[in-house]
């Protein structure tokens, strides 16, 4: 930082003219690492607002969650550090923000009745995602990156579910599904008081009526990443492969599937990340109301929170079980991209 | 060559320099929007409402206060313009309302009173109402009630108090939940009208071989089925106890409980199918088409969802007895009403509205453009009054106690928990299914009852 090649690093153009080829090497070393007080106070700013940000935004509501699930707090005045048994209401009245240990926790895995169903719901529409939706993404991707006649159009037409909003979806697909005078019931006859099957209020039905919504935008969303990916496999590889004698199928295994490896990754997370996050589709078929057999982690956080009480702790603790479940495949790619980095 | 090397490292510096100042620009640029916007929000109301001023204008130095309603429906919402207009030239108080939608206004309540709400707002009388006040977000209002309290009997007043003994709504109507059915139904097949639980159900099996759906019903919307529930609890077990559970001073895994949910595993042949699945509209639409025979439910609901041609054909019996002990005694007739909230402006001036509404006239103005609820002053019989809301007021005075609603008389998330649980006895209606039913609400009452 002493070094007599300091200031003129500041001081830009003005001087560079005498400077001999050897000061010119060292000088643009040095201008990599040393920066002036402006530079650094640069820096600062676009390190540190956007970190400020992150902290308002994402660490401090998360960590205030976390912090709120211990507690049972109400929304209604302050939170006090004592515990609840300090504090006596009459029964049913609420009692002012007070700690409540880990009851949140324990009424969510006991009491609850939504829990278990939520989380069986997220699982499977986890399961539907992996092993529905990106299969179906991926072999459109490949039909049409084989060029089929008309392929751009297909691409379009298998595209334009993901360019609408999962409310709109779920709306549009309220009038294919609806008892009386939806589509399906419709066509099949089944639209009578007496024979009509109700998609979206059964419950044995409901959640896969729901998931064929789903799928029908992430195979979209899927399709589009895999063509990106195989666009940006060399085709030097397709034909080495012809010429060792693969078939299509071989090529595409053993060839092709492989070097996608980075897409793939990115796939899965982006699948894992749809189907925690599952929330607009069934808040819109089920209008705020918790519908039986749509019930998912996310919803039941809402209604916890959202309503005319708000069981602010307990749905914090909801919430914090949907973060410790977000967090493993949130870590997993995190360690693949720091991983693939250091390489 | 170093020439070239400084000036383009300098000239990138100036580049980066002036990228800078664009952004900060930019960021300045977009700051005046944002500006605009809050100017935009600061001069609207809480809630994203439409607000309508009080048409009466010269206030007599009563001062102005604002009232947020949760009337957003076109009928309600004109009734609520004609009372408000006067309630200007009658207090002297220059009212504007901020309406919002029912859901939303009940929604955010909780941050609403907590926030800067309006001087007055609609609300709901019983417990619903108390565990606000019990939370200090209202102002008790004794004093109107010493000058409004001729004006109601005792179980008006009790339902406008707080747990504490003190006041804290001013009611304007309720509405009874009644057996509703077509005259002309009856009258084409000979029903007569059923008293006992036997005649009712012996009433259902004939309109069952008569073609017609006996009892239309709804429970997509998720409130409807708790008034079948309320009402066969006090038919069996009587208003006390009823009340009693709902404050889960009787557990919820009570052989009263078990005795409810029998007598209405009796009733599900008889109920239209697949319920969960259809809004109450639907259901009331199949009752005027005369699909349906009965239906269970508000005035406030199936009434007003009446067309005004098909509004005479439509009359009511209250639900039938099954225990002679308690007779037809008790009904629910939900009460709605106004409250002060704490942080609101101007209390004073909003209390001389209050006086004015808890008036048999104010009740009166309101329900000119109502036919559907009945006012609850004293000896009321506004000249409006049509045919059914003249029996609702007979139907409700015939009762020796009213509840309020399940929704009303226990802690909103006790209500909320008992909505999946009816929805799940709807599917399976079974005796195994019951007591899982109960169990669970017993759980779930403890932890938020926290006892």
Redesign the interface.
């Known amino acids: 930082m002493t070094s007599a090649a300091t200031p003129a690093a500041g001081s830009?153009?003005g001087s560079?003219?005498k400077?001999?080829?050897a000061a010119?090497k060292s000088r643009?070393r040095r201008?990599v690492r040393i920066l002036t007080r402006r530079d650094r106070l640069?820096l600062a700013a676009l390190i540190g607002v956007p970190l400020l940000l992150d902290l308002a935004f994402v660490w401090f509501p998360a960590l205030a969650s976390v912090g709120l699930s211990f507690t049972?707090w109400?929304?209604?005045?302050p939170v006090h550090l004592k515990s609840?048994n300090a504090f006596h209401?009459?029964?049913?009245?609420?009692?002012p923000g007070c700690v409540y240990g880990v009851?949140n926790y324990h009424?969510a895995f006991?009491?609850?009745?939504?829990f278990w169903p939520a989380v069986r719901h997220n699982a499977i529409w986890l399961g539907v995602f992996i092993l529905v939706a990106t299969p179906l993404g991926m072999l459109f991707a490949v039909l049409i990156d084989r060029g089929l006649r008309g392929s751009r159009i297909y691409q379009s037409l298998l595209f334009l579910p993901v360019m609408l909003s999962l409310a709109l979806i779920g709306i549009i697909w309220e009038f294919v599904y609806a008892?009386d005078r939806g589509l399906i019931n419709t066509v099949i006859g089944r639209n009578q008081?007496s024979n009509?099957i109700?998609w979206?209020?059964?419950?044995h039905l409901n959640l896969w009526a729901i998931l064929v919504e789903a799928c029908w935008r992430q195979a979209g969303y899927v399709m589009v990443l895999y063509l990106a990916g195989l666009k940006a496999v060399d085709p030097s590889l397709r034909e080495a492969a012809t010429v060792d004698g693969a078939n299509a199928w071989q090529t595409f295994w053993r060839v092709v599937f492989p070097t996608l490896r980075p897409i793939n990754v990115v796939i899965l997370v982006v699948t894992v990340i749809e189907s925690l996050r599952a929330f607009d589709l069934v808040y819109i078929t089920s209008k705020?109301?918790?519908?039986?057999g749509l019930e998912l982690l996310s919803v039941s956080v809402t209604?916890s929170i959202?309503?005319?009480?708000?069981?602010i702790g307990f749905g914090s603790a909801l919430g914090v079980v949907l973060l410790v479940i977000s967090l493993v495949p949130i870590s997993m790619f995190l360690w693949q991209a720091f991983r693939r980095e250091e390489r | 060559m170093p020439d070239l090397s400084d000036s383009l490292a300098g000239s990138s510096g100036v580049n980066r320099r002036s990228v800078l100042k664009g952004i900060a620009s930019a960021a300045a640029l977009s700051a005046v929007p944002g500006a605009v916007l809050a100017a935009c929000s600061s001069s609207g109301k809480p809630g994203g409402g439409t607000t309508t001023s009080g048409s009466g204008g010269a206030a007599s130095g009563g001062g102005s206060i604002t009232f947020g309603s949760n009337y957003s429906d076109p009928q309600p919402k004109a009734a609520f313009a004609s009372l408000i207009s006067n309630a200007t030239s009658k207090a002297g108080v220059k009212v504007s309302v901020n309406t919002v939608d029912h859901n939303t206004f009940q929604n955010n309540i909780s941050s609403y009173l907590q926030g800067t709400p309006d001087s007055l707002a609609t609300w709901f009388a019983g417990y619903r109402l108390q565990f606000f006040a019990a939370q200090n977000l209202l102002s008790p209002i004794d004093d109107v009630w010493d000058k409004i309290g001729g004006n109601f009997n005792d179980a008006t007043k009790a339902l406008s108090k707080g747990a504490d003994g003190k006041y804290y709504l001013v009611p304007i109507y309720n509405y009874p939940w009644v057996v509703f059915y077509n005259k002309s139904t009856f009258q084409k097949n000979g029903y007569t009208i059923p008293k006992t639980w036997d005649e009712f159900i012996s009433l259902c099996k004939q309109m069952q071989k008569d073609k017609l759906i006996p009892l239309a019903f709804a429970e997509k919307d998720g409130w409807p089925a708790l008034g079948t529930f309320d009402i066969l609890n006090l038919r069996i077990n009587g208003y006390d106890y009823h009340i009693r559970l709902m404050q889960h001073k009787v557990p919820w895994t009570d052989k009263g409980v078990t005795d409810v949910f029998k007598q209405w595993q009796e009733l599900m042949p008889y109920l239209q199918n697949s319920a969960n699945g259809r809004i109450w509209q639907d259901a009331a639409t199949a009752l005027e088409n005369k699909q349906a025979g009965m239906m269970f439910q508000g005035s406030n609901q199936v009434a007003a969802n009446y067309s005004a041609k098909n509004l005479a054909d439509l009359d009511f019996f209250p639900y039938p007895e099954i225990n002679p002990q308690w007779a037809q005694d008790f009904m629910d007739a939900p009460t709605d009403g106004f409250i002060l909230p704490k942080k609101g402006t101007n209390p004073d001036a909003a209390k001389k509205v209050l006086e004015y509404i808890g008036s048999a006239d104010a009740e009166a103005t309101f329900l000119k453009t109502d036919h559907w609820d009945v006012g609850v002053a004293q000896g009321l019989v506004a000249p409006t009054y049509n045919a059914i809301q003249k029996k609702s007021v007979e139907a409700i005075s015939a009762c020796k106690s009213v509840s309020q609603f399940m929704d009303r008389d226990t802690v909103p998330d006790m209500a909320t928990a008992m909505i999946s649980l009816i929805q799940s006895f709807i599917d399976d209606p079974s005796t195994s299914n019951i007591s899982k039913i109960q169990k669970s609400a017993e759980d779930q009452a403890k932890s938020i009852f926290q006892s």
Request: hydrophobic share 25%; with cysteine.
């Open positions: 830009g153009a560079g003219a400077v001999g080829p010119t643009r201008r640069v049972s109400t929304g209604v005045g609840c209401t009459l029964p049913g009245l609420p009692k009851q009424q006991t009491v609850y009745p939504a008892p008081n009509q109700d979206l209020g059964n419950p705020g109301n918790p519908l039986r209604q959202v309503g005319e009480t708000q069981r």
